[in-house]
T-cell receptor, first 113, second 108 residues
Framework: NAGVTQTPKFRILKIGQSMTLQCTQD?????MYWYRQDPGMGLKLIYYSVGAGITDKGEVPNGYNVSRSTTEDFPLRLELAAPSQTSVYFC????????????FGPGTRLTVL | DAKTTQPPSMDCAEGRAANLPCNHS???????VYWYRQIHSQGPQYIIH???NNETNEMASLIITEDRKSSTLILPHATLRDTAVYYC?????????FGTGTSLTVIP
């Protein structure tokens, strides 16, 4: 199993551009999450999904959109990139909503100039 | 989810036990205590979790006080590779709230 994979690893965007961060998991997990981590800070939850077709907002959803058309994929969309969205983005998955652990991807480092 | 409080940083000598405290005084009865760590800029890695009883696995031990208002993560024989930021999370839901954690430095 590859676990949780994220692409791209790095990206530089100009203000106002849009992009999609890709996240795929091959563990057949129902739950998937997107976090952002600013320098020196902990992770903040952006969006999460409890299954295909179901998504919900986390702590910091503004400026982002998600979709969950399959169990495996949970892309994160930035429509109008702003410097405040410069961050490292982590995707995670979890098999159930109980006490199962979250497995994290390696992250995408995004810079908006 | 209950708020957790951790010291911002700690040092530990290599080979000694590292004891990382966490305060979660407002924890509810259904909330588990989870510990994750993040090495450098990698994705966080699960360590251990528990509800009431003390737990042990191949990585660490988790000691939860009887009133559940605080807990301690114990790395029994710290190595240089244990240098990381350690996060304590109290949660009973789909959402995890990571604070700023404790930056543990293992000193040779």
């Amino acid at each position: 199993n590859a676990g949780v994979t994220q692409t791209p690893k790095f990206r530089i965007l100009k203000i106002g551009q849009s992009m999609t961060l890709q996240c795929t998991q091959d563990m057949n997990h129902n739950y998937m999450y997107w976090y952002r981590q600013d320098p020196g800070m902990g992770l903040k939850l952006i969006y999460y999904s409890v299954g295909a077709g179901i998504t919900d907002k986390g702590e910091v959803p503004n400026g982002y959109n998600v979709s969950r058309s399959t169990t495996e994929d949970f892309p994160l969309r930035l429509e109008l990139a702003a410097p405040s969205q410069t961050s490292v983005y982590f995707c995670a998955s979890r098999s159930t909503g109980g006490t199962d652990t979250q497995y994290f991807g390696p992250g995408t480092r995004l810079t908006v100039l | 989810d209950a708020k957790t409080t951790q010291p911002p940083s700690m040092d530990c000598a290599e080979g000694r036990a590292a004891n990382l405290p966490c305060n979660h005084s407002t924890i509810s009865g259904n909330e588990y205590v989870y510990w994750y760590r993040q090495i450098h800029s990698q994705g966080p890695q699960y360590i251990i979790h528990g509800l009431k009883n003390n737990e042990t696995n191949e990585m660490a031990s988790l000691i939860i006080t009887e009133d559940r208002k605080s807990s301690t993560l114990i790395l029994p024989h710290a190595t240089l590779r244990d240098t990381a930021v350690y996060y304590c999370i109290a949660s009973d839901s789909n959402q995890f709230y990571f604070g700023t954690g404790t930056s543990l430095t293992v000193i040779p």
